[in-house]
């Protein structure tokens, strides 16, 4: 089912000088249910879209990534906003083009604040202690960036994947889970860990970031539409890119855009997931997100999730991104400036440095 919001009355006042309607280009997009994808919502709500001449319809939020690219490859929307499931979906021959960040961090290579482990009263987890995980049953939605990110939890405890039962299970089912005890803990994106501590009597976190990885999530499109709508690309980067301003600048009101594609999600839950979301909402792209995907890819393979690689290069094209950094600087003039050795231009190849 696709969406559109019927923006507020005068919205043409607001944005004098937004394309007419017959002028608009149409674009179908797909997200996640997380906080950390808001910036799409937030983007048709604020009118960002039209103002850059865009149409925008959103799908119902997806329960995960590899929900909305099953979407995207069944044409049912143009592109989406997808992390790790991306890497499964290369693997398997489908051709995706990263385009630019819906959450991430092109300053610093490491960033996962946006996820967190959380365990139910009477696991024998303790908090901090990352070693207590240890033959528990902890739940984790396979092939995505939560699922990265128990690996690397399990890692840095020097333990194997095998001394910990993982359990694949959607973010919306994981509180539920939790509140039976069918799990010790599980790992999840915002807003489920803050939901699971208010409804899950006793439940509490583990460890939340700590830059155990680094976080890995892109606007992708098929290749071949792609190459056809570059201009409509960057139209869209740039209506997102002012959104995540927006929304770095209004983090309340921005939690209240959760609120309403996001179902039954408490006001109180979407600001505290907020603040943790405008810490790595950062549309650009930099060799810092070329090297978090390789290192995804290089991990999930070398554990066995994926049983081959493939060339970062090959499905990243930040030459959208570079472009409306360069003609709208000010979309981004709030957010830490990238480093000289991780800057890119449009013509960048990354070298693995090993």
Do not use: C
């Not at 081959?308 to 990243?316: L, P, R, S, W």
Request: hydrophobic share 50%; proline share 5%; net charge neutral.
């Amino acid at each position: 089912m696709i969406r559109r919001l019927a923006l507020a009355v005068g919205l043409a006042l607001a944005i004098p000088f937004a394309a007419s309607a017959q002028e608009l280009v149409k674009l179908k997009a797909g997200m996640v249910s997380g906080i950390d994808q808001l910036g799409l919502a937030i983007a048709l709500e604020q009118g960002f879209f039209e103002k850059n001449g865009l149409d925008v319809t959103i799908a119902n939020p997806f329960a995960t990534g590899v929900d909305a690219l099953n979407a995207l490859q069944a044409g049912q929307v143009d592109t989406v906003q997808v992390g790790v499931p991306m890497i499964g979906a290369v693997v398997r021959g489908m051709d995706l083009v990263a385009l630019g960040n819906y959450s991430g961090n092109a300053a610093q290579l490491g960033s996962d604040t946006t996820v967190a482990l959380v365990a139910r009263d009477g696991s024998g987890i303790k908090a901090g202690d990352l070693s207590t995980i240890k033959g528990k049953k902890i739940a984790a939605s396979f092939g995505t960036i939560n699922h990265l990110y128990i690996l690397a939890l399990i890692e840095a405890a020097g333990l194997k994947v095998a001394d910990v039962q993982l359990v694949n299970t959607p973010p919306p089912d994981m509180t539920v889970a939790l509140l039976s005890k069918g799990i010790d803990a599980f790992v999840g994106w915002d807003p489920w860990p803050i939901v699971a501590q208010k409804d899950v009597p006793g439940a509490y976190q583990v460890i939340r970031g700590g830059n155990h990885i680094s976080y890995i999530g892109f606007n992708v499109g098929l290749r071949a539409w792609v190459a056809k709508n570059g201009e409509t690309i960057k139209k869209f980067l740039a209506g997102l890119s002012e959104a995540d301003k927006w929304m770095r600048a209004n983090p309340k009101d921005a939690a209240q855009t959760a609120t309403r594609w996001i179902p039954g999600l408490d006001p109180a839950v979407a600001e505290k997931a907020m603040a943790f979301n405008i810490q790595q909402a950062d549309r650009r792209l930099s060799a810092n997100n070329y090297a978090a995907l390789h290192s995804a890819v290089a991990t999930l393979n070398r554990l066995g999730f994926i049983d081959k690689t493939f060339d970062v290069n090959k499905h990243m094209n930040a030459s959208y991104i570079v472009d409306v950094m360069k003609t709208k600087p000010e979309l981004f003039s709030d957010l830490p400036k990238i480093p000289e050795a991780a800057m890119i231009g449009e013509g960048y190849v990354f070298t693995p440095k090993n």
